[in-house]
């Protein structure tokens, strides 16, 4: 299985600009799609973004135009790159990987086979 460490994360005023990075390591990154999750105070986790193995996306609707996912499978990292970002934006964000044979693009947390241990985005003025 692989482990995934986040990291990134931290303060940023409305309106700004961030980058959360995922390290992936002890399998191999190329079997796996890749996703991003989060989760704020007392509500559910939610699907953010997800990019399949040969680099398919999925957003949700809310960040469509304003987050990128991306994957490096030189250096086995996945990132999202969030702009314009939302007080409502704001939540622990969690990396995840499943280990998929069929180049799908998972949206659901229930597909995902790993978890990071989270990263906080705070967005406030």
């Known amino acids: 299985q692989v482990q995934l460490v986040e990291s990134g994360g931290g303060l940023v005023q409305p309106g700004g600009s961030m980058k959360l990075s995922c390290a992936a390591s002890?399998?191999?990154?190329?079997?796996?799609?890749m996703g991003w999750f989060r989760q704020a105070p007392g509500k559910e986790r939610e699907f953010v973004a997800a990019i399949s193995r040969s680099a398919s996306t999925s957003y949700l609707d809310s960040v469509k135009g304003r987050f990128t996912i991306s994957r490096d499978y030189l250096k086995n990292t996945v990132s999202l790159q969030m702009f314009s970002l939302k007080p409502e934006d704001a939540a622990v964000y969690y990396c995840a990987a499943d280990l998929d044979p069929y180049f799908k693009v998972p949206t659901t947390a229930r597909e995902y086979d790993s978890w990071g241990q989270g990263t906080q985005v705070t967005v406030s003025s």
């Open positions: 002890g399998d191999t990154f190329r079997a796996y799609a």
